[in-house]
């Protein structure tokens, strides 16, 4: 059963403690979503709500400001994918047939600073992550996260010669994009060099630039039926085509690689999944939203999605086939470095830029002529959701 993004919603991202709280957020973004699908909340039949940071329930919290209808309220974790995760089922519920309306939410009211456990009474999901790493790069004073993707970076740099320059071309494109992004947290241009002469927050690997920052905010999407567009018509023009989800293997752990450890395969094995569900590879993609949670992950990912041979990546970003005139524009959003990354809505605000691209709505951030859209969304634990859309 063909799956239409119906509605798309999303608020401006903030920095902490300067944002509203987690459920305002998350009931002002799913009322721009069911605004823009056409649609009240007492139509949506199921709604899949994701975050990271929060006690249980917090779903039913934000929609419950909404509406208060009786249907399932599903809450979900799944780390850094978890707004993609809450698309992934609230797309599968459309497939199967179990509904025709669903509503896929995200939201996230952080905390300053670098992420980190908050269980520390029990095992950590990243004992089995931080012990490769120890044995890989050590560095155990790096916050954790910045750990592992400097580490891949790192990798990177050292197999195939790699610039730090280069991570910094990355960051500096993404500030270019984000200033047409008025739902950006940062939207001032830098330039490579203002890149570089960032602090090093790991000499040689990393500039302080380099990283997403913690970041509020909220974004929601409806999806429906064709069969549900057409009986309300309601906007169907950009549909889900093809869409995969991938977990760990061994291999992350047994490689003695750092990029395969953030993910590399995950991605892969996602994007191929996805490519031959579509019959559309990746030459055949106009833009993409991926998971630039570092400068380093982008560039990793580039080769992961095949929009480039792996050691290519280096090659695609100097070519300028990474932005507008290029091969294919990748986070015309300014991505998760400039547009900021509330863990819990970021799938889901990408979902709200590839849906405009398609839809030729999205004003100057506008990729021309846009028809076929890629979506990667990663989190580390872990999990992977790589999305194609298509516009009718």
């Known amino acids: 059963m063909k799956v239409c993004v119906s509605g798309v919603g999303m608020i401006p991202f903030a920095k902490p403690g300067a944002s509203a709280s987690y459920h305002e957020m998350g009931a002002a973004a799913a009322r721009l979503a069911l605004e823009d699908a056409g649609l009240a909340y007492e139509e949506i039949q199921q709604a899949y709500v994701g975050y990271v940071y929060g006690d249980s329930t917090c779903g039913q919290k934000a929609l419950y400001q909404v509406g208060m209808t009786g249907i399932p309220i ?8 978890t707004g993609s995760t809450a698309l992934f089922l609230a797309r599968q519920a459309i497939a199967s047939g179990a509904a025709d309306c669903v509503l896929a939410l995200g939201f996230e009211q952080m905390s300053p600073g670098a992420l980190g456990s908050v269980f520390r009474d029990r095992p950590a999901p990243f004992d089995d992550f931080d012990a490769v790493t120890d044995r890989l790069v050590g560095m155990p004073d790096v916050p954790l996260a910045l750990r592992y993707f400097g580490g891949a970076g790192l990798s990177h740099m050292k197999k195939y010669g790699t610039k730090l320059e280069t991570f910094a071309k990355i960051r500096a494109k993404a500030s270019r994009h984000a200033a047409n992004n008025p739902l950006a947290l940062f939207r001032k241009v830098v330039s490579e060099e203002d890149v570089m002469n960032a602090p090093m927050i790991w000499p040689g690997v990393m500039t302080r630039l380099m990283a997403c920052p913690p970041t509020c905010g909220g974004a929601a999407a409806v ?11 309601l906007k169907a023009g950009v549909h889900i085509v093809a ?4 977990t760990d293997r061994p291999g992350t752990f047994d490689s ?28 055949g993609i106009d833009v993409v939203e991926l998971h630039d949670c570092f400068a380093q992950n982008e560039l990793i990912t580039y080769e992961a999605l095949g929009l480039c041979p792996e050691g290519g990546a280096e090659k695609f970003v100097c070519d300028g086939d990474n932005t ?3 091969k294919v524009v990748t986070n015309p959003s ?11 809505a970021t799938g889901l605000a990408q979902c709200y ?13 506008q990729v021309a002529g846009a028809r076929v859209a890629l979506q990667h969304n990663l989190g580390l634990g872990g999990a992977c959701v790589v999305t194609m859309y298509c516009a009718q």
């Open 324 to 326: 507008y005139g290029g």
């Open 243 to 246: 869409q995969a989800m991938t």
């Open 74 to 81: 599903v809450n979900v974790n799944n780390n850094c994918s």
């Open 334 to 344: 300014g991505g998760l470095l400039s547009k900021g990354h509330p863990l819990g």
């Open 353 to 365: 830029e590839l849906t405009h691209q398609l839809r030729g709505t999205a004003q100057e951030r």
């Open 223 to 233: 999806l429906v039926s064709e069969r549900f567009a057409q009986q309300r018509d």
């Open 256 to 283: 003695g690689d750092m990029m395969r450890l953030v993910g590399f395969d995950m991605a892969k094995e996602a994007a191929d999944k996805v490519y031959r569900e579509a019959g559309i590879g990746p030459d």
